[in-house]
């Protein structure tokens, strides 16, 4: 059964205005957090493809560049495992000043609030005060946790320390109500892609 049959299942066919805001509506349901991530993650304004192998990825990635004709560009990419995956059909570049596109990674999808955890380990010594405006992000179902405090123990177990360079990825505007949010340092507004890959 596929993610999105699990999702939004029971055989019947549910309005897509009524999935993506089923959580907003009624916040005392107990949703599923890979739900409850879809849910946060689309009304932050971030652009999500489902995919359910490497090559619905391949086709996603090649309709993301044809759709704001990046088809030409160098993606900003220092994850190596990636440029290996993926080099027959991009182009990569390892400075930021070369690229508009940063391609990547992450540690963890945030259900809580819909965010995309990274770190040092996908960005190196990238700062977010040089992050470019847009992003696709490449990440698997299984890395979907509950809250960041659930992530955060999972990165300090994963790494025996937390690493350097902890940020979260969303489409957001720092405000008032999140300047003080550490995870927002450095945040700008962004254009959001992530393609997700079931793996379960």
């Not at 999702?7 to 805001?21: A, M, Q, W, Y």
């Not at 390892?94 to 819909?114: K, R, V, Y």
């Not at 979260?168 to 393609?195: A, C, H, I, P, R």
Request: proline letters at 4%; aromatic letters at 10%.
């Amino acid at each position: 059964m596929s993610l999105m049959d699990k999702l939004f299942s029971g055989g019947k066919e549910i309005p897509k205005s009524t999935r993506e805001t089923k959580g907003e509506h009624n916040p005392s349901l107990d949703l599923p957090i890979d739900e409850k991530f879809i849910i946060e993650f689309k009304k932050s304004g971030g652009k999500f493809v489902y995919c359910e192998n490497l090559k619905e990825v391949n086709i996603s990635l090649a309709h993301i560049l044809m759709e704001n004709q990046w088809q030409h560009q160098q993606l900003l990419c220092v994850d190596p495992s990636l440029k290996v995956q993926f080099e027959s059909l991009l182009f990569f570049t390892e400075h930021a000043q070369d690229s508009e596109i940063l391609f990547t990674q992450c540690e963890n999808l945030i259900a809580e609030n819909g965010t995309i955890l990274v770190c040092s380990h996908q960005l190196h010594q990238l700062q977010p005060s040089r992050f470019p405006e847009n992003f696709i992000v490449f990440a698997r179902t299984s890395q979907i946790l509950k809250s960041l405090n659930e992530a955060l123990k999972y990165i300090r177990q994963k790494y025996n320390t937390l690493p350097a360079n902890i940020t979260s990825l969303k489409n957001n505007t720092v405000t008032k109500d999140n300047e003080q949010d550490f995870m927002n340092y450095g945040s700008k507004t962004k254009n959001l892609y992530l393609l997700l890959l079931e793996d379960f």
